[in-house]
């Protein structure tokens, strides 16, 4: 009895249809597997939470902080007079001495402020300084003989003037040389400046002269 053999070396029909089958099968699972990653069934583009934080601004409106208003006191007529509203001027009747020319010294104060006001304008008060360079060669309460209060009333806009000046006799002061004679100050065009300070208000310049 002969049979029919398939050829060695020859694959059966049968046998590479079921590989072609198996094959097949494969590329269907990996496309199915590839679809089902990029589609992603049972989620939505509305369940997605978003990883950042809100940033969005909050609509409550916010008060803004209370307002304060300043508690300064205004002046009035009679008051004590303020820095601000006092302006101190030095005064000398020369701007130059010729040798044996005493200097004749001033103050004139005047009320820059709106309102009337007092200070206390006496000699007690006045300390005249006379400096050349940073050396102070003459001040005037080194000395000074029966000294007096006088409060005065500073009408706004109205300088008033010292009425008798003080003479310097051009020499050096101190408190213990108000006896007997004192050190004559150099001269032959040396320059000096004169400051002065009226209740505790000084000028706001010095005055400068020179003496031959």
């Given at each position: 009895?002969?049979t029919n053999?398939?050829?060695?070396?020859?694959?059966?029909?049968a046998?590479?249809r079921?590989?072609?089958?198996v094959?097949?099968?494969?590329?269907?699972?990996?496309?199915?597997?590839v679809?089902?990653?990029?589609?992603r069934?049972?989620?939505?583009q509305?369940?997605?939470?978003?990883?950042?934080p809100?940033?969005?601004?909050s609509?409550?409106?916010?008060?803004?902080?209370?307002?304060t208003?300043?508690t300064e006191?205004?002046?009035?007529?009679?008051?004590?007079?303020?820095?601000?509203?006092?302006?101190?001027?030095?005064?000398t009747?020369?701007?130059?001495?010729?040798?044996g020319?005493?200097?004749n010294?001033?103050?004139?104060i005047?009320n820059?402020?709106?309102?009337?006001?007092?200070?206390?304008?006496g000699t007690n008060a006045?300390?005249f300084?006379?400096?050349?360079g940073?050396?102070?060669?003459?001040?005037s309460?080194?000395?000074?003989v029966?000294p007096v209060d006088a409060?005065v009333?500073?009408?706004?806009g109205?300088p008033?003037s010292?009425?008798v000046?003080?003479?310097w006799?051009?020499?050096?002061?101190?408190?213990?040389?108000?006896?007997g004679?004192r050190?004559?100050?150099?001269?032959?065009?040396?320059?000096?400046?004169?400051?002065?300070a009226?209740?505790g208000?000084?000028?706001a310049?010095?005055k400068q002269?020179?003496?031959?």
């Amino acid at each position: 009895m002969s049979t029919n053999r398939t050829p060695t070396g020859r694959v059966s029909p049968a046998v590479y249809r079921r590989r072609r089958l198996v094959v097949l099968l494969g590329l269907v699972a990996v496309i199915v597997a590839v679809v089902l990653i990029i589609v992603r069934p049972g989620a939505s583009q509305g369940d997605e939470k978003d990883a950042s934080p809100s940033t969005s601004p909050s609509t409550e409106a916010t008060e803004p902080p209370p307002t304060t208003i300043p508690t300064e006191s205004v002046a009035a007529d009679g008051d004590a007079c303020k820095e601000s509203q006092v302006l101190v001027e030095a005064v000398t009747d020369k701007t130059e001495y010729a040798a044996g020319e005493q200097p004749n010294l001033s103050v004139t104060i005047t009320n820059t402020g709106k309102n009337a006001c007092v200070l206390n304008a006496g000699t007690n008060a006045q300390v005249f300084t006379i400096k050349s360079g940073d050396e102070v060669y003459w001040t005037s309460t080194d000395c000074q003989v029966d000294p007096v209060d006088a409060e005065v009333s500073l009408t706004p806009g109205t300088p008033i003037s010292s009425s008798v000046p003080i003479i310097w006799d051009r020499t050096r002061s101190s408190v213990d040389t108000c006896e007997g004679a004192r050190e004559a100050v150099p001269a032959g065009g040396a320059s000096y400046h004169l400051s002065v300070a009226v209740d505790g208000f000084e000028s706001a310049e010095s005055k400068q002269f020179l003496l031959y």
